[in-house]
């Protein structure tokens, strides 16, 4: 950091180490979004008022019946090793929120509790990717997706997808990249960061590409499932502890592709309770698995962590088996932002966004902007453009190169409506200045 100015320069971030660490660390980056997050909280501890757009979570508070539910759960001591896959009730309780919600039956056995579902999907990649496997993964995607498949030594193939397309992939690029070596497609529906949204018949569409090619098997990435602005979850009116008649459950909802019986098997389903349900801190994610997947990922997590935190299982049969209007409220607040935000984006020239029909990020194109000078910092791609907001802004953003899309730059609209005005507020007037 420039001592006199409080500039962070980008190049500062990657210092060169005297130490012999092992070579495994050069497989794959450090995720941009902490580091976004990171490079703000420098600033701000230097008194700097930095305004946060750049992070992936809710900024409500986790709703208070939970809250209470893992209070008793420390009360009740239940302080000790948990079971690897997760505890009983809670891989039950998993279960008839997947039938609750996405019409969908799974048995306890094909649960597997874990520390996030960052670690559900770390398990899943290591449990299936050996080295030289193809992963197809459609961009842009979530930062971690392409580095877990490195660390576990297989191969990126991106299919590219574009604003005009929804950034949604077809079934026609989908079976061009598909090759004898690919082993796994790998995807978020709602998406982040795009905010992307799969109909049953887009998921139909893919299906059927993956009816014919047997050996794929198909990551769904469903955390942002009740933040989704397209549908509602089936259960989100009420308590609904009773399974629901098949068309009631799916009509209009987040569709999953496990929905499609001929590729159930090798689907995995991955979710956890970070977004929907304010709980990013707890580290609760699970993932819905035929047995043998489910097997695998219990093995390797029961190398690296064994079962996740007792007290947040305890609170996580909570959630998972009670009223979700706590998480629909902010899904209406998310609602209300997003609309604000699309207003905002479109105030500022040059720059291009379409509609998220999930999650809480708007994406929008600014590479109008790279080539520009405000007379000392002169912008070329999107990292430039991420730390010109930073520096002369004092918003953060994530810039897209980090989920494949380097045209574009991420805002989150997880902060308060005062804060997302005044953020982009000054990220109008600091473009302003480049010309
Ligand atoms: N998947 C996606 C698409 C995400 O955006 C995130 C978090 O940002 C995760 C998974 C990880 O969630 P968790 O907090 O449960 O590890």
Known sequence: MCLCCSIIHYKELVKPTKMQLSSFLDRFN????????????????????????SLGEPDFDTPAHI????????????????????????????????????????????????????????NTVLALVDEGDEVIIPTPFWVTYSELVKIARGKVVEIK??????????????EAAITPKTKMFLFSSPCNPSGAVYSKEELEALAAVFIKHTGIFIIADEI???????????????????????????AGKHQSI?????????????????????????????????TEIAKACEKVQGQFTSGANSITQKAAVTALTTDLRPSMDMVKE???????????????PGMHCSEPDGAFYVFPDVSAYYGRSDGETTVTNAADF???LLNKAHVTSVMGDAFGEPKCVRFSFANSMGKIEEGFSRIKDALAKLK
């Open 30 to 53: 450090e995720p941009e979004t902490l580091k976004m997050a990171k490079l703000g909280r420098e600033l701000r501890a230097k008194g700097i008022d930095v305004i946060d757009l």
């Open 67 to 122: 809250k209470e539910a893992a209070v008793k759960a420390i009360h009740d001591n239940w302080s000790h090793y948990t079971p690897v896959p997760g505890f009983p009730d809670l891989r039950e309780a998993i279960c008839s929120k997947f039938k609750r919600d996405n019409n969908l039956d799974y048995k306890p056995e094909n649960i597997v509790v874990s520390t996030g579902a960052k670690q559900s999907l770390a």
């Open 161 to 174: 997808t574009t604003a005009e397309q929804g950034f949604k992939i077809s079934a026609g690029q989908l």
């Open 224 to 250: 942002y499932e009740y933040i989704n602005y397209v549908g509602h979850p089936a259960s989100a009116d009420s308590r609904r502890p009773e399974p629901m008649a098949s068309d009631e459950a799916t």
């Open 258 to 290: 496990a929905q499609f019986a001929e590729i159930k098997d090798r689907v995995i389903v991955v979710n956890g309770l970070s977004k929907g349900f304010a709980m990013t801190g707890w580290r609760l994610g699970y993932i819905a698995a035929n």
């Open 334 to 348: 998310f609602t209300r932002r997003r609309a604000r935000v699309l207003e905002l984006v479109k105030e500022i």
């Open 386 to 388: 991420s730390m010109y």
